[in-house]
Structure formats: C-alpha cells, structure tokens
C-alpha cells in the first residue's frame, strides 16, 4: 500500500527567508502524481503545485518549488522569500492515475515577521 | 464560479446523535469526494461519487457513516449514531473528470463529538 509521510510537524521561517518541507513517500509504482497542498487558517485546501512522476524537472510555481527525487521517493516543498501569507497547514500527498489521494500527516508552517 | 461549499461549518453533537454533513461541488463537476482528518492524523479518503453512483466507497470506517448524492448534484454526509472518534475535519472535493491533477477541495466542516 502506498504512504506519505512528513517527518515534521511543525516548521517556522522568518519573513523573506528560504524553507524547506520534506515529504517521502512508498509505492511500488512507476507512474504517479504528486501534490502539495496548503490549508491556511480559513481552512480551504489549495493545491500549490503538482509533480508528474514521469518528468524528471522538477516543478516551480512562482516562489514555490519541489526536490522531486525519484528513486529516493522523496518530494520536498521549498519556499522562497517567504511571506506572512505562507502561513498555513502544508500537505503533501500521492496520486496514482484517477484514484483516490493519500496524504501525508502535515506541516505547520508559522512565518514571523 | 462558485468553488465548493460546505456546510456547517462547525458542528457540535453530543456522542449517540445523528449529523448530517452537506456538500454542494462546483456545477457540472460529475467527481465528488469525501475525505476526513482526524486531529493530528492523516487526511485520509472516505469515498468517491460519480455522478450519484459510489464509484470507490472503501474509505467508509463502518455503516454508521452514509452517503448520498441525489440527482448527481450535492451529497450528504450522514454519521448516525455519532461517536466520540468522529470528531474531525471533514472534506469535500469535486473535479470535472477523470484527472490527473489536484482537484478542488471546500473548506471543510469540522465536527467535534463530545
């Protein structure tokens, strides 16, 4: 059965400064999607970027980046010059074709001023 | 467009009373899906409607949990009788087709059974 897991719990930055989230996953699998997913205080999930397994480049989205490391099976989320809006629940979570989401047990990202 | 509307948004229910969770999906989005978090766990998936068809309901913890979706449109959620274990955060999420990409996600209805 596929996993994600997320090492950490809880994460802080300081404004305009670089993080790192780490997510690795477990699949037996050669073809599959990855997600980050970010819940802020309001409490709607937004996808903030998306890995196809096949691709080797890795994906960017703005300030937002992955470490997609495909025979390790991990996935890690770096954001850059971060901002206080970055503050929110981060998760990351796996996708095979058209089925269901597993996700990971989450970051809490706190951004400080 | 409308994104996907959940509600309550809070629920607060004493253990052994029914509830019934709403979610109405983005118009014309035949995907419909329910997922849950439990405090400090995963986000884990319950099942997965489409159209008004259960077309993956293996995420459904026991038969005190049932969905609807009348009609293809908006689905319900019913948890009868509660637990203390349901407490959580409960998602839905909708998405056109089959794809291979995120989908969009309500903001959720947090349920707290005490």
């Known amino acids: 059965a596929q996993t994600v897991t997320q090492s950490q719990p809880e994460m802080s930055v300081q404004e305009a400064e670089t993080v790192t989230l780490s997510c690795t996953y477990d699949?037996?699998?050669?073809?599959?999607?990855l997600f980050w997913y970010k819940q802020p205080p309001s409490r709607q999930m937004i996808l903030v970027i998306r890995q196809e397994a096949y691709k080797q480049q890795n994906a960017t989205e703005n300030r937002f980046s992955v470490n997609f490391q495909k025979a390790a099976k991990s996935f890690s989320l770096k954001i850059s010059d971060s901002q206080l809006g970055d503050a929110a629940m981060y998760f990351c979570?796996?996708?095979?074709?058209?089925?269901?989401?597993?996700f990971g047990t989450g970051t809490r990202l706190q951004v400080f001023p | 467009e409308a994104g996907v509307t959940q509600f309550p948004s809070h629920s607060v229910i004493e253990k052994g009373q029914t509830v019934t969770l709403r979610c109405d999906p983005i118009?014309?989005?035949?995907?419909l899906y329910w997922y849950r978090r439990v405090m400090g766990k995963e986000i884990k998936f319950l099942l997965h409607f489409v159209k008004e068809s259960k077309q993956d309901e293996s995420g459904m913890p026991n038969n005190r949990f049932l969905a609807e979706r009348t009609g293809g449109t908006y689905s319900t959620l019913k948890v009868q009788p509660a637990e203390l274990e349901d407490s959580g955060v409960y998602f839905c999420?909708?998405?056109?087709?089959?794809?291979?990409?995120?989908?969009?996600f309500g903001s959720g209805t947090r349920l707290t059974v005490v």
């Open positions: 699949t037996s699998e050669s073809d599959y999607y």
């Open positions: 979570a796996y996708r095979r074709y058209t089925d269901k989401l597993i």
């Open positions: 118009s014309g989005h035949d995907n």
């Open positions: 999420a909708s998405s056109q087709g089959p794809v291979n990409y995120g989908y969009t």
